[in-house]
């Protein structure tokens, strides 16, 4: 006893604490007669104490009371509640009706009548919890060791003999309990052909992507009462659990012990999904650990970038698809198809946490990962077949700052309605479901107090600005300052060539070939304010220069030069 009892402590660290309840309880006294019990109870007790009534009192150290079972005889029974308030008290008596006490404990006892002695009762049912315990640890082990799905459900047999069948997200099947024959004409065509048939594929979709437990009565195909359960994996539905009680007929008791099975089984289809399915995503724990910051040496870094065909010199996006809010997450496979097209199959999709992550890579371009471009791939693929919200990070160059672009997609998505109340106030069109972390720039600068410097050094990085500027001082041109001043006359041209001598139509002309060059609309808001913001994160970072010294003395006449 002792022995299960230190199993079960070291177990509780690492699974679920092996517990019987109310409902198991009812089943065990079958064979007795239960003049009371609570209506609705959600009580579990992980251990089991006798009271005698020639020593009422329990020891002084029981350390979690309220999930102990303590049995008693209606003799001391009313003592036994009165002392220990928090307890649920199992209580024996050889008479015929209730005592008239039970309403004023009626949420926490069980009384039951039995001819049997204390002492004997007290055994059984002792034996009883040893077995349930057992029966949970054997569990855990098989979790513990990561063993197979089979040798769970075998288990699950071995305590219920009923049949249980486990099938992915298209009724496919992945395992079943081989200790016991299939009951009916429908699990025998599981198990032969790998699949449910198709007639009842159709009456199972429904009930597969209810996230509860549902029982369906007896019919000609199954004459048993069947029990399901969905579970999914990373939020999104990954299989079925379904138990047909063809060995033990169904009770609460027996749902609970099914309970107990799926929480298990949920954790074997985890470890099956990363086995297995996550081989559609090869690099997936590569893309987690830059997500999590963790430590990674250059050549680990360089070496998995090039088994995933990541150019050395490569330019990054990162997108992240809101597919955790899905009404109908078996339809995940195809936004997966659909998102592996995206930027012309120069990506890497994965999912993680409540997201499907698509990684954007391309070589050094001046538009190849424009917001412009996105925005069309992701409203054309993404929004308009399937209604997923997408979050955008702005162009990077390091793929070791995926970290900081993911916190960027979660900002655009966690302020989606904040963008489209701006876009709306602005007069521009109605977001299509699409939210650049570009949109949000200003207020997310305005309203964070404790600013993170990592993330604005990333934020305010490979910036069409300083592109410009490092050509203006290798080529002794001057267009760095040009843009500036068309967006500080808010594109007013005459304005700007009034500033710097030039012909209103020279201005025209060299702004659209900017605009076309970096595929770039300053007619929208969001793109007109991020570049006023990263000119005024440049000039910040020019400080210890004055304007004139940075843009205006250098090389002013330089563009007039190439005019003339």
Known sequence: MEEIYSQKRYLSNVGTLPTVTVNMLKDFLKDYSILFCPDETSREFSSIIPVSKKDPQLVDDVSDIAHTLLICHNDNAESVLENYKSAFVLVLTRLKQTPDWIQTYKDRVLLVQGQENFSYFSFLLQKYFIEIMV???????????????????????????????????????????????????????????????????????????????????????????????????????????????????????????????????????????????????????????????????????????????????????????????????????????????????????????????VLYYSEPSD???SHMKSFDQLNKHIFEPYGIYSGVSQVFENIEDLDMAYKQTAIALGMKHTIMNELYAAGEEQNKGIFLFEEILLTYLVSQQNRDARFLE??????????????????????????????????????????????????????EKIQKRFDLDLSVQSAFERMRVDFKAFFLESSNETFEDVFINTALNSMQDQED
């Open 135 to 357: 029966w949970e640890n054997d569990m855990d082990r098989i979790v513990l060791r990561k063993g197979s799905i089979t040798e769970l459900l075998n288990i699950g047999s071995h305590l219920t003999d009923n049949f249980f069948t486990v099938n992915d997200s298209h009724f496919n099947l992945i395992a079943y309990s081989d200790r016991v024959q299939p009951p009916d004409d429908i699990s025998k065509h599981l198990i032969n052909v790998g699949c449910l048939p198709e007639e009842t594929i159709d009456r199972w979709k429904e009930r597969a992507l209810k996230q509860q437990i549902m029982t369906e009565d007896p019919c000609e195909e199954i004459p048993f009462i069947q029990v399901h359960r969905p579970l999914y994996v990373n939020y999104s539905y990954f299989a079925s659990i379904v138990m047909i009680c063809s060995g033990t007929k169904y009770t609460k008791g027996l749902e609970d012990i099914f309970k107990k099975i799926t929480t298990r089984a949920r954790s074997l289809c985890e470890i099956f999904w990363h086995k297995n399915i996550k081989t559609n995503y090869p690099f997936y724990f590569f893309f987690t650990r830059l997500l999590g910051g963790e430590e990674m040496t250059a050549d680990y870094i360089r070496a998995q970038a090039a088994l995933a065909k990541i150019p050395a010199s490569a330019e990054f996006k990162l997108i992240a698809l809101e597919t955790g809010e899905m009404d109908k997450p078996h339809q995940l496979e195809g936004i997966v198809e659909a998102a592996a097209k995206l930027n012309n199959g120069r990506c890497h999709c994965f999912p993680y946490r409540k997201n499907l992550l």
């Open 367 to 369: 538009n190849g990962l």
């Open 458 to 511: 990333f934020t305010f990085s490979h910036t069409l600005v300083e592109k410009l500027y490092a050509e203006d001082k290798e080529n002794e041109t001057n267009y760095v300052a040009l843009f500036w001043f068309y967006l500080h006359h808010e594109r007013n041209a005459s304005d700007v060539a009034k500033r710097l001598h030039m012909h209103r139509n020279t201005v025209i002309y060299h702004i």
